[in-house]
């Protein structure tokens, strides 16, 4: 008797266990169609290639988001070709979509499907809202990038740290979803997205004793994940133009974590302090008095926050001072030598314009294409007086006539100086210049005095 008792509850059992499984399958089924595989083209000069990564479906609309890696950052709207997305069992060739930006504090990028959604597509906000716990198993969605059908599977994991970075994210023992994917606990909740890569580490044997680190990073899995609510904040900041919104600027080069040797004499130990590495001229910056090696110890009236490391408490001061705009007005508490701290109230400028921004132009003939004179550049020359004229060369070709200068190659980062002989100070006029020789058949010979970070020096590019 206790014997068939025992089959009998063993069978319903094994039972009440299909059934659970074939509920959470047909849970998994529905969450997958929030997934979608997106490929787009970066077009330059003569480059072309094809990337393929995984978005968000956020909304009813067709809206979708991707995590900030998964669109190189030194890319053009110009240069961002033909978006198509992809889900499982859907049309072969795809969706159409069009590029909207990015977010200006994450950087996240968002797409919207040109004809909205299809019966395949469910936005991830259909689902329950939920919340990561510590030591919780939660399931993602995972997508196939090397398979043609796009078919979703099932990642799992559990939850192994929770922080402000300085965002709410939490980390997981292991891959949890695709990256861009959803995280999902087992009442079928959204709980996080996924984030970054997922990275491993292993050591490997030399075969003479020795041992050597190597990381391998997962181009489809992550192991990291915003909270509901990050996201939630970085879809009300979708950018009016898809160049990009306009964003505030202090006009310092940079600023540090400050030493704890340092921070020890000055007591402030236990206390965030960033120090700030150069101040460019004309900025609201050096308008309002900061100078080279002034310590920030406070923001708009309150110290500085701390987070669980200092990177995290100097990329939260970071992100703080990034959501000025021009125009907006920030405190900041400053140490300067045995002063007493001392408040100063910068007036944000307008951030200059990045490389994603800057024109360009390619010259098939000579070989190499140039750019405008960015900050960037001047920084890197330590030329911190906010005279942006110039061009910069950004693109060489192998096998070209200006690799193959003399005597040595053209090489990109090069600020051009002269052509020809004649002096360049604007890019207008470099393009005006180089335009002339890369149309004119009978040019045979170009000289170019240039400038990289270390010296200046003559370039002779043989057309012939």
């Known amino acids: 008797m206790l014997k068939k008792i025992a089959i009998l509850f063993f069978g319903l059992h094994m039972l009440c266990g299909i059934l659970r499984a074939d509920d959470f399958g047909e849970m998994f089924k529905e969450r997958a169609k929030c997934v979608v595989t997106v490929t787009y083209i970066v077009e330059e000069e003569e480059y072309r290639q094809r990337y393929v990564t995984t978005g968000l479906i956020a909304d009813e609309s067709g809206l979708i988001v991707l995590p900030a890696t998964e669109i190189p950052e030194y890319t053009r709207l110009s240069s961002l070709k033909d978006f198509r997305v992809f889900i499982f069992e859907g049309d072969e060739d795809g969706y159409p979509a069009e590029y909207l930006g990015s977010e200006s504090m994450s950087m996240a990028h968002f797409l919207k499907l040109k004809n909205g959604l299809t019966e395949l597509m469910v936005p ?197 001072i990034a959501k000025k705009k021009p125009g907006d007005k920030v405190t900041l508490n400053i140490m300067r030598g045995s002063e007493a701290p001392k408040d100063y109230e910068v007036t944000m400028g307008e951030q200059p314009k990045t490389f994603r921004k800057s024109e360009f132009k390619y010259f098939k003939r000579l070989g190499f294409s140039v750019r405008e004179y960015l900050m960037d550049d001047a920084v890197a020359r330590r030329k911190l007086d906010n005279d942006l004229n110039g061009a910069v060369v950004q693109f060489v070709r192998d096998n070209s006539p200006a690799s193959s200068a003399l005597p040595t190659p053209l090489a990109a980062g090069d600020l051009i100086k002269e052509i020809n002989s004649e002096p360049v100070k604007t890019y207008a006029e470099a393009v005006e210049k180089l335009s002339k020789i890369n149309d004119d058949e009978s040019a045979k010979e170009l000289v170019i005095l240039s400038e990289d970070a270390r010296e200046t020096k003559v370039i002779r590019i043989k057309l012939d």
């Open 124 to 320: 991830y906000t259909k689902f329950e809202k939920g919340k990561p716990e510590f030591g919780e198993e939660l399931w993602g969605v995972g997508i196939s990038q090397f398979l043609s059908n796009y078919e979703p599977y099932l990642i799992k994991s559990y939850v192994s740290d929770i922080g402000r970075r300085p965002r709410w994210m939490a980390g997981f023992g292991g891959a949890v979803t695709t990256l861009g994917g959803p995280v999902f606990n087992n009442k079928g909740q959204f709980v996080a997205w996924g984030q970054s890569e997922y990275m491993q580490g292993y050591q490997f044997d030399t075969g003479r004793g020795g041992r050597n680190q190597l990381t391998l990073i997962s181009p489809t899995q992550t192991a990291i994940a915003l909270f509901p609510e990050e996201l939630e904040d970085i879809l009300k900041n979708i950018p009016k133009d898809p160049s990009g919104d306009p964003r505030g600027w202090l006009g310092v080069v940079d600023v540090n974590i400050l030493k704890r040797d340092v921070a020890k004499l000055m007591g402030l130990e236990n206390k965030p302090a960033f120090v700030v590495s150069d101040v460019i001229k004309k900025t609201g910056a050096e308008a309002a008095g900061i100078k080279k090696g002034d310590i920030i110890v406070g923001v708009d009236g309150k110290d500085i926050e701390r987070l669980r490391s200092e990177r995290d408490s100097l990329l939260n001061f970071l992100w703080q």
